[in-house]
């Protein structure tokens, strides 16, 4: 008994530590962002500012388009998510509990995609949109991804596999249900926890996409949060004008954490359920 105790005190404070050394950097960013640009450097650091100052969020909001890059990344997130996550499911679905001819072989050869990096078919996708006209607007940023994630979809079939008994989709076969009704009455809300995991994790990555919006978008009107923070970079680099970069970063990341917040729980439930099965 006394051996175990001392084992979970031992794992208690290796993750007490692990989580201030990952939570440091935020705290200082956070605290950055409310010191005056005089106060930046100073020797000591003070992790809490003296005095704290919002004036940096309020230059940040006005001397830079937030608000459109806010709303162009919003309109990526929006169709992307609702639609490609539908997509991911029942392509999920389907690869757990349906059968049909070359199930696995098509299965392995998108989880084979997965091996190919961006850097070899970004110029092939750039010449490809430019040819139809695509550049500079958010469809190349929105189109590819209403046809579903490869990663989504695995993580979903490998969930349904365990998580769904073949016994529901035998019985609902067996009431008449089709396809899509089982789908939508049985599958959907089996899979909840799982989805909405996945929603914030695929959230979380089209939001802080960089180098799609930075190849396809021109136009500063089109640009996403986070290309124009990148910009904003050469803005105030040159007058080490740091506070008002970390306090756009900070606004940016408002949604991310708030998502995260409301979905943390469906991490370790979906993750429970799933596991290696299937």
């Known amino acids: 008994m006394l051996q175990k105790r001392m084992t979970n005190l031992w794992v208690a404070l290796i993750l007490c530590i692990g989580s201030v050394v990952m939570l440091a950097p935020f705290v200082w960013t956070i ?59 029942m392509a999920a679905y389907a690869f757990a509990k349906i059968e049909f001819p070359f199930k696995d072989t098509i299965f392995l050869s998108l989880l084979g995609t997965m091996m190919i990096p961006f850097s070899v078919v970004m110029i092939p996708q750039f010449i490809g949109f430019s040819k139809i006209n695509w550049t500079d607007t958010l469809l190349p940023l929105i189109v590819p991804g209403l046809f579903g994630n490869i ?15 073949n016994e529901l989709v035998e019985a609902a076969k067996l009431d008449g249900s089709g396809f899509f009704r089982t789908f939508w009455t049985i599958a959907l809300p089996v899979a909840k926890p799982a989805i909405a995991a996945q929603a914030a994790l695929s959230f979380m990555g089209i939001w802080n996409d960089f180098m799609g919006p930075l190849i396809y978008l021109s136009s500063p009107q089109k640009q996403t949060i986070q290309v124009l923070i990148a910009s904003m970079q050469s803005q105030y680099m040159g007058s080490s004008n740091y506070p008002v970069i970390l306090a756009a970063s900070i606004i940016s990341m408002v949604p991310v954490i708030l998502v995260f917040f409301f979905c943390q729980r469906y991490f370790i439930e979906s993750m429970a359920i799933s596991g290696l099965k299937g």
């Not at 003070?46 to 608000?67: E, M, Q, R």
């Not at 459109?68 to 990526?76: A, H, K, T, W």
């Not at 990663?151 to 008994?165: D, E, S, T």
Request: hydrophobic share 50%; charged share 10%; no cysteine.
């Open 31 to 89: 605290s950055t962002s409310l010191k005056d640009q005089r106060n930046v450097f100073e020797i000591p650091p003070k992790w809490i500012p003296d005095p704290a100052t919002f004036k940096n969020y309020v230059t940040a909001w006005n001397d830079s388009p937030l608000l459109s890059g806010f709303m162009n990344s919003m309109i990526i997130v929006v169709f992307v998510l609702v639609i490609g996550l539908f997509v991911s499911t």
């Open 151 to 165: 990663v989504v979809i695995f993580f979903l079939r490998q969930f349904l596999a365990g998580g769904l008994p």
